[in-house]
């Protein structure tokens, strides 16, 4: 440090076996737009080329400085520290490196570690920090460590962190990830993704998680909030024994998608305690396929301008509690089980409110559920009101089975509260329907088995039309329900059997008409 600044007018390389180590107070100059040595990946910018060990050692009253020799600095005016082939590490405490272009890179550093920590990276012109496979030697970065600790990657130019074909193992933990002008953090095809407790705010995308293989992929306790795309991307990720969470994230005012996860996710997901509110795009919404189970747990998603909810394809089993899903402007809570393989579905203490656009009707505004499986599906305690379609619509064409819908309050819903069809014998028992377009949906596909199931100690209360559709082959017993208050009839049976409906109360005015004159009678509604 007594001999500090040092200026770099050209690339210097530490070699493979050298161990350069910087000590705290050091301030590093590189003579801005120059590269005598014309070399490097930048052949007319300086760089530090290290192909042995690097270790900055800075305190926190004196951080070692990497900087431009411009006294107004301006990016891209020196190349970057590259950390180049297998013998390469380094750790970087209390470092600030700025005004370059590539900020701190690595490439080719297979099984080798690197260390970030307590640093600043900031004004580089393409990446803060990035880690890549090595066109020169040919290898990549498999099973190295990358750790980035309460650092601050800032106002580069393009990406924040980056890291592509590396297959590196990495963790980036309480770190602010700010008003970088494209990703926030971009990982693809590494072997590890543990991002926690972060603040990611105010770049162009906050964080995107493509292909990784093998190792952890972890999601939680961080903020991602106010960037001008998609919050959070997750992709690919193999294998079965791999294990997703998403958990106690803040994802809030993001120009796009809170969560968006597409490609497979062969092992089990987990997403709980993460608040998702008022983005411009999808809250949570999850395309093509999750091979195994997925639990989803005790989240808010509000106030979103796409879905609320949405998954198109879980194979797995598949659990749902104590949601709040309110005011999105699409689905509200949407559950599609296609090559569905499911032993345990459970829909349970969600409150599913208010999720429509403006007046429009959307069928999936409320809780909606296909699936295949012979599972019993348990859709119980839930509340969902004031959507935009049906309160709850649960569909199995594939096998004969059944579901319990119970302790459900539904109102105010647009469509019918209830509608079960296909080859679904469900029990229907102690829900409130109430103020609803219809009440029941009940429509029973399988002419080769009997269509017998139970409706019983409901309250279907003040349907905009019918209380309860009987359809094709469905043969309820309806008995112990509160139907008063429909504007259409009670009940509606649309099959070629008579139905079991005794001992409901049907409200003063029909009870009236059953009890004066002579019975049976066709009732008036």
Same mark, same amino acid.
């Given at each position: 440090a007594d001999e500090s600044p040092y200026l770099l007018t050209g690339d210097v390389t530490v070699n493979s076996g050298a161990t350069l180590t910087i000590t705290k107070g050091v301030k590093v100059i590189f003579l801005a737009d120059n590269d005598d040595t014309t070399s490097g990946d930048m052949t007319y910018d300086s760089e530090l080329i290290v192909k042995g060990s690097i270790s900055v050692q800075g305190t926190e009253a004196e951080p070692v400085t990497f900087t431009t020799s411009e006294t107004v600095g301006r990016a891209g005016q020196w190349g970057g520290i590259k950390l180049e082939g297998t013998s390469a590490s380094g750790e970087f405490k209390y470092a600030v490196v700025e005004y370059g272009s590539y900020g701190i890179y690595f490439a080719g550093i297979r099984n080798r570690t690197v260390k970030i920590e307590e640093s600043v990276i900031r004004y580089n012109s393409d990446y803060g920090i990035?880690?890549?496979? &090595?066109?020169?030697?040919?290898?990549?970065?498999? &099973?190295?460590?990358?750790?980035v600790i309460n650092s601050q990657v800032i106002d580069n130019y393009r990406q924040g962190v980056y890291a592509s074909e590396g297959y590196g193992k990495w963790e980036i933990t309480g770190c602010k990830i700010l008003r970088n002008g494209e990703y926030g953090i971009y990982l693809n095809s590494t072997r590890q993704q543990i991002i926690k407790s972060n603040e990611v705010k105010g770049n162009v995308y906050g964080i995107a998680m493509h292909n990784n293989e093998y190792g952890a992929r972890t999601i939680s306790e961080n903020e991602i909030s106010e960037n001008k795309g998609r919050a959070l991307y997750v992709g690919y990720n193999c294998c079965d024994s791999t294990f997703v969470q998403i958990n106690d994230n803040k994802i809030n005012s993001n120009s796009g998608d809170g969560i968006y996860l597409s490609s497979t996710i062969y092992g089990n997901m987990e997403v709980k305690g993460n608040e998702i509110k008022d983005n411009k795009g999808n809250g949570f919404h999850k395309s093509d396929q999750n091979i195994k189970n997925v639990v989803f747990e005790d989240n808010v998603i509000e106030n979103n301008e796409g879905n609320g909810v949405s998954f198109d394809e879980i194979r797995g089993n598949a659990i749902f509690q104590n949601n709040v899903i309110k005011n999105n402007h699409y689905s509200g809570l949407y559950v599609r089980k296609r090559n569905d393989n499911s032993t345990e579905i459970v829909i349970k203490d969600n409150v599913?409110?208010?999720?429509?656009?403006?007046?429009?009707?959307?069928?999936n505004n409320g809780i909606t559920l296909y699936y295949q499986s012979s599972a019993t599906a348990q859709i119980t305690g839930n509340t969902v009101e004031g959507g935009g379609g049906y309160g709850i619509r649960v569909e199995n064409n594939d096998t004969l089975t059944s579901a319990q819908v119970e302790g459900n309050t539904v109102k105010g819903n647009t469509k019918s509260g209830l509608r079960v069809s296909g080859r679904l014998l469900p029990l229907v028992k102690g829900n409130t329907f109430d103020g609803n377009g219809n009440g029941l949906e009940l429509i029973y596909t399988d002419l080769n088995a009997s269509g017998e199931f139970e409706v019983s100690g409901n309250a279907i209360r003040n349907s905009g039309g019918y209380g309860v559709r009987v359809e094709q082959y469905a043969q309820p017993t309806i008995t112990g329900n509160d139907l008063d208050g429909s504007g259409g009839y009670a009940i509606d049976n649309q099959t070629s059997k008579g139905i079991n409906a005794k001992n409901n109360w049907w409200g003063a005015a029909i009870t009236l008409e059953m009890t004066t004159g002579a019975n049976p009678k066709n009732l008036i509604k």
């Open positions: 990035r880690g890549a496979y &090595d066109n020169k030697s040919g290898e990549n970065n498999r &099973d190295a460590s990358i750790t599913v409110s208010g999720n429509k656009r403006n007046n429009e009707t959307n069928e």
